[in-house]
């Protein structure tokens, strides 16, 4: 110990350094297939209460797409061909701020499809898969329950989302197979946490508006 170093202050420093490893831990655990949902004092309009589908984490970076942003553009007037498939309410969905005049799609595959052959599919996670929008929509139809497709992405660099993982920016759970196709008749973000265990849970109840409450 260095002179005049008090026990309690390298103590305190001591329990801080495993919070901050613990929470580094904790990004680590960041995979495609999982979850992101905005902290309640994430507050930028971009992800404002806003849950994000991750399609990819890895050491070159990550990317996903935010599923519960839907815009008032018919998907019939931009991909008459996909519009068949998508899952109500048919419209595209706000994927991020990336790059906005592409599209991204992910499927929910029937349950026990077997996509072997079936050209146009990347499996991401389970049920969910990418889909090539340069595939035949009718070759996709015969293997998935529905479709959502999305203007646009949220990416990040590599190291970024750890780093706002390590701020307690997001938080990470595990998604069901069901949610890239949720409708917006209800409050995704405040559904996915209310099926979390507690603590989180607790967190569903946060006011959209806190001036409101």
């Known amino acids: ?78 991909l008459p061909g996909w519009a068949s498939l998508a899952a109500a309410p048919t419209d595209l969905y706000i994927g991020g701020p990336v790059k906005r005049d592409a599209a991204l799609c992910l499927g929910t595959l029937r349950v026990g499809a077997d996509i072997e052959g079936v050209s146009g599919l990347r499996r991401v996670d389970g049920r969910i898969v990418l889909v090539d929008l340069d595939a035949d929509p009718l070759e996709i139809a015969t293997v998935v329950e529905g479709i959502r497709i999305f203007a646009g992405y949220a990416g990040w660099s590599m190291g970024q989302l750890d780093g706002e993982l390590e701020n307690d920016d997001w938080m990470i759970v595990s998604a069901l197979p069901s949610d890239p196709l949720a409708t917006d008749r209800h409050d995704l973000w405040a559904s996915v946490l209310r099926r979390q265990p507690l603590p989180l849970s607790l967190l569903a109840t946060h006011p959209i508006e806190l001036e409101r409450n």
Request: no cysteine; aromatic share 2%.
């Open 1 to 78: 110990m260095a002179r005049g170093d008090d026990p309690d202050e390298r103590r305190t420093r001591d329990e801080q350094g495993d919070d901050r490893r613990d929470r580094r831990s904790a990004a680590l655990t960041a995979r495609a297939g999982n979850l992101l949902v905005s902290a309640t004092d994430l507050v930028e309009p971009t992800f404002r209460r806003t849950v994000v589908y991750l399609i990819e984490h890895n050491e070159s970076g990550s990317l996903g797409v935010v599923i519960n942003r839907p815009s008032e553009t018919p998907i019939a007037e931009v």
